[in-house]
């Protein structure tokens, strides 16, 4: 299937050439659609190089400040973050935040996600302090501009709950982490991978609070689920 879908993509992005040129919007979406099957798929220098060629011909053919532009710096960190290129994916982040402050505004839905994401790599870093903060502007904006529940909130809560886990601060990271969970379980299938990760860092504190009965279903179901 994803083969195919690859193919398809491709062709897609051959027909978009033909009619517009290479310097256009619509090429460069159908670029950025070829590129996210690619990067579900491992490939991520060919991901890469795409996403590069996207992000030039946004900067080319849409205004400073175009949310787009700041969703192909965004998508470039996210590839050099799975790389394992830590400081190139966090400039790439913090252009995404330069960018949408020009455009959008940083304290938009989309000034959040990117915010999150760099804190997502702080944490990963072991940045600990840095990657709080962050997580915590990102969540603020999100209580504030989205509905209560929302899948990028979700996302926000998970992180900052891991983080204070990981920090030790499993008291403050337990509501947290409920909320999190209440959120992807109304908004998602309860197979779907996301409520595992969620289940699973819930557990985890659970259990570092001392509560066995309660952290053991979770961890057991989260684990049978993402094996």
């Not at 973050?81 to 252009?95: F, I, K, L, P, T």
């Not at 992180?159 to 909320?179: C, F, H, K, N, V």
């Amino acid at each position: 299937k994803h083969a195919e879908a690859e193919s398809a993509a491709r062709q897609a992005l051959d027909i978009y050439r033909s009619l517009y040129g290479d310097e256009h919007q619509r090429v460069a979406l159908a670029m950025g659609d070829l590129a996210s099957m690619l990067l579900a798929q491992g490939k991520l220098v060919e991901a890469e190089r795409l996403h590069r060629d996207v992000l030039a011909i946004r900067e080319r053919v849409l205004v400073p400040g175009h949310i787009e532009i700041a969703s192909s710096y965004n998508s470039l960190g996210q590839i050099l973050e799975q790389q394992g290129r830590g400081a190139s994916s966090e400039q790439m982040y913090r252009r995404a935040l330069d960018v949408v402050a020009k455009g959008a505004g940083v304290d938009s839905p989309e000034g959040a996600v990117f915010t999150a994401n760099l804190g997502g790599l702080l944490l990963n870093e072991g940045r600990l302090a840095e990657a709080e903060k962050a997580m915590r502007v990102a969540l603020e904006i999100q209580r504030r501009r989205l509905p209560a529940l929302h899948a990028s909130t979700a996302v926000t809560l998970t992180t900052l709950g891991i983080l204070l886990t990981r920090s030790g601060r499993t008291t403050d990271a337990e509501p947290i982490l409920a909320e999190a969970l209440k959120i992807r379980t109304t908004l998602l299938d309860s197979k779907h991978w996301a409520i595992q990760v969620t289940r699973s860092a819930y557990g985890d504190c659970l259990a570092k609070l001392g509560r066995p009965a309660e952290a053991e279903p979770l961890l057991t179901t989260s684990a049978e689920e993402l094996s």
